[in-house]
C-alpha cells in the first residue's frame, strides 16, 4: 500500500492565508484604515506616531506625515487632512464640540470644495473661503438649504457669538445665518441682509430674524421677518424697511377676473412699504351671498352707509381687533371699481372682480385716512386707477404718515 504524499508548497500556503487570516483580525482599525488609503505609500505617507489613545480616553489615533487617521468605537476610523485637520485641531480635536470624524475628507457635490463630517459639526473648506465649521442648529438650516449648492455658498466663519451676547451667527459667502434659543435659526441675505446690517444687525430696532427671505404673493418682492418688524425689498420699490402692519381678510362673492387676488396683493403691499406698513393676508373665505354680489353703495362717502352694506359688512368670521376686510363682488351699484365706504367698527372695503391691480390698495389707502389727489402718478388718484402711468404709483410723506398714524395701522 503507498504513502500518501502531501506536497509541501500547498501547506504552506494554507498557513500563510490562515496566518494573514489572523493577523487581519487583531489589526487595528487605523491600521485597516490606513492600508486601505495605501499605507506608507499612499497619500498619507509614513506614520509619525504610534497608535496612541486620546486624551478622553476613549478613541485612539495616529498621525501620519500628511494627515491623521482617527477611531471612535461608535463612528469608526476616518482620515482628516490639510487645512480641515487644521481647523479642527484649533478647535481642540476630539474634545471639542466637533468629536470624532464621521467621514474621511470628501469632495463637496458641486465639485470645488471638500468637507468631513463630525460627531457635532462639519466643516467645509473650499479654495476661496479656507476651512470653517458649521454646527447645532445653525448647520441644519445650512444643510435644509442645499449645503453649498444653496445661494449661501460656503461658510466664512465658524460660528460666533453675536455682540448681543445672545445669539450666535455664521457668515457665508452669499448670506449668513442667525441664531437664538427663542427665535431658532434663519438665514438672511441679499440686499435685505446689507440693508440689516446697515441698521446695526441683532442690535438694530428690528432684532433677530423670525423667517427666512419670502416670496411676496407669488410676485417679484421678497421680504424677511424679523423681531420687531420685517425689510421688504422689489425691484422698482428698493429696500423698504416695515414697523407697522395691517391685517387683511379676503371674502369672496365673486371671483377676481382681471388679476389675481395675489397680483393686488402684491401690488399693495409694493406701494404700502414706501410708507414703512407690511400687508398680512390673514384668511380667505366665500361668501354665498348672491343678493349681494352687486352691492347698492350709494354715493360710496365716508361715513355713509347703505342697507346692503351694512349687511355685507356684517361678515366677519375670523376677525378680531383692527383687522381690515376686502369684499370681491361683481359689481358696485353705482358702478365703481371699489368703495371704501363702511359702517362704524367694521373697517373694510369693497372690490369689483374687474378692478385694476392697483385699486385694492387705494381703497385701504382710503380706509386709512387717505383722499382722492388729482395726480395719475399716485396711488391715490382721483383718475382712476387704471390710469396710474407711474408703476408703483406714489404715495408722498404726508400720506405715508397718515397711513402709519391711523389706528387701523399696528406696530408691528
Given at each position: 500500500?503507498?504513502?500518501?504524499?502531501?506536497?509541501?508548497?500547498?501547506?504552506?500556503?494554507?498557513?500563510?492565508?490562515?496566518?494573514?487570516?489572523?493577523?487581519?483580525?487583531?489589526?487595528?482599525?487605523?491600521?485597516?484604515?490606513?492600508?486601505?488609503?495605501?499605507?506608507?505609500g499612499?497619500w498619507?505617507?509614513?506614520?509619525?506616531?504610534?497608535?496612541?489613545?486620546?486624551?478622553?480616553?476613549?478613541?485612539?489615533?495616529?498621525?501620519?506625515?500628511?494627515?491623521?487617521?482617527?477611531?471612535?468605537?461608535?463612528?469608526?476610523?476616518?482620515?482628516?487632512?490639510?487645512l480641515?485637520?487644521?481647523?479642527?485641531q484649533?478647535?481642540?480635536?476630539?474634545?471639542?464640540f466637533?468629536?470624532?470624524?464621521l467621514?474621511?475628507?470628501?469632495?463637496?457635490?458641486?465639485?470645488?470644495?471638500?468637507?468631513?463630517?463630525?460627531?457635532?459639526?462639519?466643516i467645509?473648506?473650499?479654495?476661496?473661503?479656507?476651512?470653517?465649521?458649521?454646527?447645532?442648529?445653525?448647520?441644519?438650516?445650512?444643510?435644509?438649504?442645499?449645503?453649498?449648492?444653496?445661494?449661501?455658498?460656503?461658510?466664512?466663519?465658524?460660528?460666533?457669538t453675536?455682540?448681543?451676547?445672545?445669539?450666535?451667527?455664521?457668515?457665508?459667502?452669499?448670506?449668513?445665518?442667525?441664531?437664538?434659543?427663542?427665535?431658532?435659526?434663519?438665514?438672511?441675505?441679499?440686499?435685505i441682509?446689507?440693508?440689516?446690517?446697515?441698521?446695526?444687525?441683532?442690535r438694530?430696532?428690528?432684532?433677530?430674524?423670525?423667517?427666512?427671505?419670502?416670496?411676496?404673493?407669488?410676485?417679484?418682492?421678497?421680504?424677511?421677518?424679523?423681531?420687531?418688524?420685517s425689510?421688504?425689498?422689489?425691484?422698482?420699490?428698493?429696500?423698504?424697511?416695515?414697523?407697522?402692519?395691517v391685517?387683511?381678510?379676503?371674502?369672496?362673492?365673486?371671483?377676481?377676473?382681471?388679476?389675481?387676488?395675489?397680483?393686488q396683493f402684491?401690488?399693495m403691499?409694493e406701494?404700502?412699504?414706501?410708507?414703512?406698513?407690511?400687508?398680512?393676508?390673514?384668511?380667505t373665505?366665500?361668501?354665498?351671498?348672491?343678493s349681494?354680489?352687486d352691492?347698492d353703495?350709494?354715493?360710496?362717502?365716508?361715513?355713509?352707509?347703505?342697507?346692503?352694506?351694512?349687511?355685507?359688512?356684517?361678515?366677519?368670521n375670523?376677525?378680531?381687533?383692527?383687522?381690515?376686510?376686502v369684499?370681491?363682488?361683481?359689481?358696485?351699484?353705482?358702478?365703481?371699481?371699489?368703495?371704501?365706504a363702511?359702517?362704524?367698527?367694521?373697517?373694510?372695503?369693497?372690490?369689483?372682480?374687474s378692478?385694476?391691480?392697483?385699486?385694492l390698495?387705494?381703497?385701504?389707502?382710503?380706509?386709512?385716512?387717505?383722499?382722492?389727489?388729482?395726480?395719475n402718478?399716485?396711488?391715490?388718484?382721483g383718475?382712476?386707477?387704471?390710469n396710474?402711468?407711474?408703476?408703483?404709483?406714489d404715495?408722498?410723506?404726508?400720506?405715508?404718515?397718515?397711513?402709519?398714524?391711523?389706528?387701523?395701522?399696528?406696530?408691528?
Open positions: 500500500m503507498s504513502k500518501l504524499k502531501i506536497d509541501p508548497t500547498i501547506v504552506r500556503t494554507d498557513l500563510n492565508l490562515e496566518a494573514i487570516k489572523d493577523l487581519l483580525k487583531v489589526q487595528h482599525p487605523i491600521t485597516q484604515k490606513y492600508q486601505s488609503l495605501g499605507g506608507s499612499g498619507l505617507g509614513p506614520s509619525t506616531t504610534p497608535i496612541t489613545k486620546c486624551p478622553d480616553g476613549v478613541g485612539s489615533y495616529q498621525h501620519y506625515a500628511n494627515g491623521s487617521i482617527y477611531y471612535h468605537p461608535s463612528t469608526g476610523a476616518h482620515e482628516v487632512h490639510g480641515i485637520r487644521a481647523r479642527w484649533s478647535l481642540g480635536w476630539e474634545r471639542s466637533l468629536g470624532y470624524p467621514t474621511d475628507e470628501t469632495a463637496t457635490p458641486d465639485g470645488v470644495g471638500r468637507y468631513n463630517h463630525f460627531q457635532g459639526g462639519s467645509y473648506w473650499s479654495p476661496a473661503t479656507g476651512a470653517w465649521e458649521v454646527h447645532g442648529a445653525i448647520r441644519t438650516k445650512y444643510s435644509s438649504l442645499g449645503w453649498e449648492r444653496s445661494f449661501l455658498g460656503y461658510p466664512l466663519t465658524n460660528e460666533n453675536t455682540p448681543d451676547g445672545v445669539g450666535r451667527y455664521n457668515h457665508f459667502q452669499g448670506g449668513s445665518i442667525y441664531w437664538t434659543p427663542s427665535t431658532g435659526a434663519y438665514e438672511v441675505h441679499g440686499a441682509r446689507e440693508q440689516w446690517k446697515n441698521m446695526g444687525w441683532e438694530s430696532s428690528l432684532g433677530y430674524p423670525t423667517s427666512d427671505e419670502l416670496i411676496v404673493f407669488g410676485g417679484a418682492g421678497r421680504i424677511s421677518h424679523f423681531q420687531r418688524g425689510i421688504y425689498w422689489s425691484p422698482t420699490a428698493g429696500v423698504r424697511v416695515l414697523q407697522e402692519r391685517r387683511v381678510h379676503v371674502k369672496i362673492l365673486d371671483n377676481p377676473v382681471s388679476f389675481t387676488l395675489n397680483e402684491a401690488a403691499q406701494v404700502f412699504s414706501i410708507a414703512g406698513i407690511r400687508v398680512d393676508w390673514v384668511t373665505e366665500n361668501l354665498n351671498l348672491p349681494l354680489a352691492v353703495v350709494g354715493g360710496c362717502f365716508m361715513g355713509q352707509t347703505t342697507t346692503e352694506q351694512n349687511l355685507l359688512f356684517r361678515n366677519r375670523f376677525m378680531s381687533g383692527n383687522d381690515l376686510v369684499y370681491y363682488v361683481r359689481s358696485t351699484v353705482p358702478g365703481y371699481n371699489g368703495c371704501a363702511f359702517p362704524a367698527g367694521r373697517p373694510g372695503c369693497v372690490v369689483v372682480r378692478a385694476s391691480r392697483w385699486t390698495g387705494h381703497e385701504f389707502g382710503h380706509v386709512l385716512g387717505l383722499s382722492h389727489v388729482n395726480n402718478n399716485q396711488l391715490m388718484t383718475g382712476g386707477t387704471f396710474i402711468t407711474n408703476p408703483p404709483p404715495l408722498t410723506s404726508g400720506e405715508s404718515t397718515t397711513m402709519r398714524n391711523s389706528n387701523l395701522s399696528t406696530p408691528l
